[in-house]
């Protein structure tokens, strides 16, 4: 029987408008990154985008927006996407990325069609500092607890190659696994000049290593390579599999490029792996 993976695509809805100073992220208005900036993206490309997503057998679908947290402004907005895109599109589960959320918010999200929210950690509390001064990791970890009292599914990860210590990652994965999310997303840092930051890009054997030490502390929790596969792994990214990875994003990200998704189908069919049908399936 082979190993299924799970394909999930992502929606920048809300876009380079965030006022935190997030140092890995071209989303905050404080680094001046040359990406393309918008308030919110039309419903209806929103809903296009999502049938495109199912077409390429995505069964995922994340509504993202730039900003610290969920204010009453994007609560509407992302509340109007998730209806119409569960109305027009059978097969997907609909994610949330939103910022720091309270457990109100979060069962109104619910309410209008949301299954999951992905709010990551990013890094080790102790690291934590390092990366941003606007907010803090605590402030993330209570927004994780309030998707569990909400009744979604919690979906959390973080980067690796931000300048933190070997460390600071088995700490991060630790309290990934004290939350017990449903699935994990795992990020590889992409540089940009505009990025205060002096990160890297992991050499490929290494990051191979912390995905088999992610799914070593992580058990049977589903483990994503989201942002950075492409640069990471480049045309060798099937190994991720082989090291315990069992998702991917596929599609473009956020503010930077992905692969062809009908590249990601054939790598995945010459490696001997079936795309899973239903976000549900084990």
């Not at 970890?141 to 070997?166: D, H, Q, S």
């Not at 050499?203 to 929790?221: C, F, K, N, Q, Y």
Request: hydrophobic share 35%; with cysteine; net charge negative.
């Amino acid at each position: 029987m082979s190993k299924k993976i799970f394909l999930c695509a992502i929606s920048n809805i809300s876009s380079g408008h965030c006022l935190e100073d997030c140092k890995f992220c071209t989303q905050s208005v404080k680094h001046g990154a040359d990406i393309e900036r918008y308030y919110h993206k039309p419903v209806e490309t929103i809903v296009e985008e999502a049938k495109r997503a199912r077409a390429r057998k995505a069964v995922g679908f994340c509504l993202v927006t730039a900003g610290r947290g969920v204010d009453e402004k994007t609560l509407r907005f992302v509340c109007e996407a998730a209806e119409a895109v569960k109305k027009e599109v059978d097969g997907l589960g609909l994610i949330a990325c939103n910022g720091t959320a309270t457990t109100e918010q979060l069962r109104i999200l619910k309410d209008h069609g949301v299954d999951s929210y992905n709010h990551n950690l990013e890094t080790s509390e102790a690291f934590y500092p390092n990366i941003c001064t606007t907010h803090g990791w605590r402030e993330r970890y209570e927004t994780c607890e309030n998707v569990k009292k909400a009744g979604l599914k919690l979906c959390t990860g973080g980067i690796f190659g931000l300048g933190e210590r070997p460390e600071d990652r088995l700490s991060m994965l630790e309290s990934i696994r004290f939350l017990d999310p449903d699935s994990v997303p795992l990020n590889f840092f992409h540089p940009n000049p505009a990025l205060p930051l002096e990160g890297e890009t992991l050499p490929p054997e290494e990051a191979l290593a912390w995905i088999r030490t992610a799914r070593e502390v992580l058990g049977d929790r589903r483990i994503m390579v989201a942002g950075g596969r492409e640069i990471t792994f480049g045309e060798e990214d099937y190994r991720i599999f082989e090291a315990g990875a069992d998702a991917i994003v596929i599609g473009n990200y956020l503010t930077t490029k992905g692969k062809d998704p009908m590249r990601d189908h054939a790598m995945l069919a010459r490696h001997g792996y079936e795309i899973a049908k239903s976000c549900h399936e084990r």
